[in-house]
T-cell receptor, first 114, second 111 residues
Framework: EPEVTQTPSHQVTQMGQEVILRCVPI?????FYWYRQILGQKVEFLVS????????KSEIFDDQFSVERPDGSNFTLKIRSTKLEDSAMYFC????????????FGSGTRLTVV | GNSVTQMEGPVTLSEEAFLTINCTYT??????LFWYVQYPGEGLQLLLK?????DKGSNKGFEATYRKETTSFHLEKGSVQVSDSAVYFC??????????FGTGTSLTVIP
């Protein structure tokens, strides 16, 4: 069964450093998403991406965050200057269309900012 | 706004016990409701969904009914197995573009 692949599974970074989280969505999917879950809290929407541009973003997704689809297969989330409160599990997801709600999630990247 | 409130965990059950995980929601419009499951080391997987009031979603022996009058979507299974041990997330979406999740409920089934 097709999978959404996220790398790395765990990343530790120092406060203030830039970090890039990588995702390979399912190849025929057109919509891409990032969510995050701070330990003990809800899974929160960050951003959706379609046709090479952001289609929706949450209040969390401020100027410190950016997304990119640098080639035909990868979808990345960049945090420019990490803060302690960015420590969370980050989930990438993709879907073929919005209407069938067929999200496929990756297994997540656990980001720890020290 | 939209939000989901989910039963606190962790939940530990013996094999073949009855499972209920409570989920209630608030929404501004007419959302679709979902249960996702995360097995250890894996991504979130769609378990079942219901798109309108009184619909029942079902999969792998799990069921949930969309109750508009009580704004609930409780997950049930009549007889759990060890392989059902996972974290279960209730979620809603109005547009399909953004999901609102609960905090997740960890279920451990012991033989």
């Amino acid at each position: 069964e097709p999978e959404v692949t996220q790398t790395p599974s765990h990343q530790v970074t120092q406060m203030g450093q830039e970090v890039i989280l990588r995702c390979v969505p399912i190849s025929n999917h057109l919509y891409f998403y990032w969510y995050r879950q701070i330990l003990g809290q809800k899974v929160e929407f960050l951003v959706s991406f379609y046709n090479n541009e952001i289609s929706e973003k949450s209040e969390i997704f401020d100027d410190q965050f950016s997304v990119e689809r640098p080639d035909g297969s990868n979808f990345t989330l960049k945090i420019r200057s990490t803060k302690l409160e960015d420590s969370a599990m980050y989930f990438c997801a993709s879907s073929e269309s919005r209407l069938n709600y067929g999200y496929t999630f990756g297994s997540g990247t656990r980001l720890t900012v020290v | 706004g939209n939000s989901v409130t989910q039963m606190e965990g962790p939940v530990t059950l013996s094999e073949e016990a009855f499972l209920t995980i409570n989920c209630t929601y608030t929404a501004t419009g007419y959302p679709s409701l979902f249960w996702y499951v995360q097995y250890p080391g894996e991504g979130l997987q769609l378990l079942l969904k219901a798109t309108k009031a009184d619909d029942k979603g079902s999969n792998k022996g799990f069921e949930a009914t969309y109750r508009k009058e009580t704004t609930s979507f409780h997950l049930e299974k009549g007889s759990v197995q060890v392989s059902d041990s996972a974290v279960y997330f209730c979620a809603l979406s109005e547009s399909g573009n953004q999901f609102y999740f609960g905090t997740g409920t960890s279920l451990t089934v012991i033989p």
